[in-house]
T-cell receptor, first 113, second 115 residues
Framework: QQQVKQSPQSLIVQKGGISIINCAYE??????FPWYQQFPGKGPALLIA?????SEKKEGRFTISFNKSAKQFSLHIMDSQPGDSATYFC????????????FGQGTRLTINP | EPEVTQTPSHQVTQMGQEVILRCVPI?????FYWYRQILGQKVEFLVS????????KSEIFDDQFSVERPDGSNFTLKIRSTKLEDSAMYFC?????????????FGSGTRLTVV
């Protein structure tokens, strides 16, 4: 029940296209859903995050869509650029206790020029 | 922007040796964490530390692991007798529960290689 399932494992998108990464969870105690971007040799960096009381959050080219009833959320990257090529992790966290993050398996995104 | 600083960036050690990974969390944060990422895999929670004690640990965090906050700024992860399967990136993180979006910051990691 603590798992967060992420798909696809890898994704290739043409420059200017839309990249879509999906995640699903089971634990209804999760109430914070961040997306992290990771470049090789670096730590995860917070990209965008959402709470379950909203269905969508947009920051620049990055949008999170959240479906509370389906327990799913997704990251959309509009006008994808080669610099967006990285590994993306969805995660979930509860506000209680240690507030640890549970990560998805990651998606390696490649944007072809 | 405040950062979580980790040292060393890369550590090579022989199997059975003790290693200490060091972290300087963001100064006004209250929770401190260690996560691990085996090459090509997802980031996994190891342990959280709050109010000078472990608040939660995963099944990975067995008796070979320990954490310590020896002073007001450092946070360390010790692996007492390293195994080959301990080879991974180890990330320190800190958070401030009062900040929702920006409260969780990761360091750049220490790559531990056990030979």
């Amino acid at each position: 029940q603590q798992q967060v399932k992420q798909s696809p494992q890898s994704l290739i998108v043409q420059k200017g296209g839309i990249s879509i990464i999906n995640c699903a969870y089971e634990n209804t105690a999760f109430d914070y859903f961040p997306w992290y971007q990771q470049f090789p040799g670096k730590g995860p960096a917070l990209l965008i995050a959402i709470r379950p009381d909203v269905s969508e959050k947009k920051e620049g080219r990055f949008t999170i869509s959240f479906n509370k009833s389906a327990k799913q959320f997704s990251l959309h990257i509009m006008d994808s650029q080669p610099g967006d090529s990285a590994t993306y992790f969805c995660a979930a966290r509860t506000r209680q206790g240690a507030q640890k993050l549970v990560f998805g398996q990651g998606t390696r995104l490649t944007i072809n020029p | 922007e405040p950062e979580v600083t980790q040292t060393p960036s890369h550590q090579v050690t022989q199997m059975g040796q003790e290693v200490i990974l060091r972290c300087v969390p963001i100064s006004n944060h209250l929770y401190f964490y260690w996560y691990r990422q085996i090459l090509g895999q997802k980031v996994e929670f190891l342990v959280s530390f709050y109010n000078n004690e472990i608040s939660e640990k995963s099944e990975i965090f067995d008796d070979q692991f320990s954490v310590e906050r020896p002073d007001g700024s450092n946070f360390t992860l010790k692996i007492r007798s390293t195994k080959l399967e301990d080879s991974a990136m180890y990330f320190c993180a800190s958070s401030d529960p009062g900040l929702f979006r920006d409260g969780y910051t990761f360091g750049s990691g220490t790559r531990l290689t056990v030979v």
